[in-house]
Every structure is written in C-alpha cells, then in structure tokens.
C-alpha cells in the first residue's frame, strides 16, 4: 500500500519548488496557501483527499477529478497565489515611492527597487521555458504513457482515450497518473540541473 503521507509531503515539496521558479520569495508559504485554498474548494479537497489522504476507506469511489485535472488546478491556484504575493510587493513598493517626497522621508528612494514594469512578460517567458522543458522530457517516456498525455493535452476524454488505445478507462487513468509522476520527475531533474548549471 502506498505511504499516502510521504506522497503529500511530495506534493507539498513539489509546489515549494514551483512556487520557487515563479519567484517566490517565500515559497514555503505559498505552497501552503495553495493547499489551504484547494482544501476549502469542495471539488478539490476530496480529490487532495482521495490521491495523498490517509487512512481512507479502500471503497471509497474515485472523485469526480482525475489526477492530472487536481495538478493543473493546484498549478492555477499556486500561479494565484504568487501573483498576489508580486502585487503585493508591488504596491508596497509603490506606496513608498508616492511618499517619498513627503515630509521626513528624505533619503529613502536610494534604497528601494522600483515595481516591475512587465510581471506578465516574465511570466509569459517562464511558462514558455517551462513549456520547451515539458516538451523536450516527453520522448523519454514510456510510449503508453506518451500516447495518452498528449491525447489528453488535446482535451480528449478517458472513455475516447481508451477507444483509440484499445483498452479500457481504469488503464488510460493510470497511464495518465503515472506518466504525470514520471514527466514531472524528468522536469524537475532538468529544471535542477539548470539551476545548478546557472548557480
């Protein structure tokens, strides 16, 4: 039986990680706020429940959202949540700059960066980058696995999945949750020896 624990502390260590490479400057954090909102969102707690819950009933019916589905939720919330921790520093930044001709704060520009004119298009580039690492990781995969991502990445169904493969729904899933783990451990080893590279 899988360690669902170890498997959420996983999760939690892959959000930091994510939440690090959209500029976080406290990733920790970020990544335990997005687990705090999916866990009040009815739809997404009881899929974080179901696939990293402990001690759940061995007939428990799957929850309406497959894994990938829960992933790409969690990815959205976390993107959130570190845009608002950027407008945020943002605004703090520009509050201070709208004071600093004011009584008694002389001095005070010198010291401060000003807000970043384009988080969008440093976004966009990160998520491009992102984007090329994913596609460049995907040969290296099993070919089942392959297959089914990139029918799913084309909004394809299970049951349509299952039709063009041969096979049945419960297998396409597990191709899915499983290629999933694997391309994601491919990324984050690329994206690590990147850092490593540029460190």
Known sequence: MPDTRQDFHRLHRVLVSRARWLGSRD?????QETLARSLRNPASQAAIKYYFGEDLPPDLAAPEWPLDQLLAWL???LT???REEHNRASNRREVLFG???SEGSSGMTGSLDPADPAP???DMLIQKEMQQIVVECLPALEP???????????GLKYEEIAVRMGTNENTVATWVSRGIKTLAQRVRRRTQQGIRTNG
């Open 120 to 122: 969008d298009q440093l």
């Open 144 to 154: 089942e696995y392959r297959a089914v991502l990139r029918m799913r990445a084309e």
């Open 75 to 77: 990815h959205g919330v």
């Open 80 to 82: 959130f949540v570190v």
């Open 99 to 101: 004071g600093a001709d």
């Open 27 to 31: 990733s920790e954090s970020a990544a």
